[in-house]
């Protein structure tokens, strides 16, 4: 989705490092954006798994229903997961060249 974005913001990000020659602020723009949007599903994954630990219960053994190290294992893992895919676009969007991108509408 963040490859996607990217994709169809090229003209607006080709010509931005003319404006600011900074690099930075587009790798910026780009992981604020796909890592908002992380943050927001693994906070909703995390409050339906509270919910749904009531109806899964009798399947966990040696784990209890809420064990804060598994949750915080997972949601740092799939943290650094959703950075890794937000950096490949991003890196690629701060290499976008401003002529390309005025010629490519």
Do not use: K
């Amino acid at each position: 989705m963040i490859s996607y974005s990217v994709t169809q913001r090229t003209r607006e990000i080709g010509i931005a490092p003319r404006w600011a020659p900074v690099t930075t602020n587009v790798l910026r723009l780009v992981l604020r954006h796909g890592m908002s949007l992380a943050v927001l599903g693994l906070l909703l994954g995390v409050g339906a798994s509270f919910g749904l630990t009531q109806l899964l219960q009798n399947l966990l053994f040696g784990v209890g229903d809420r064990d804060p190290v598994t949750l915080g294992t997972v949601f740092a893992g799939l943290g650094l997961v959703a950075l890794f895919a937000c950096l490949i676009p991003a890196r690629r969007a701060t290499q976008v060249d401003p002529v390309i991108a005025l010629r490519s509408e």
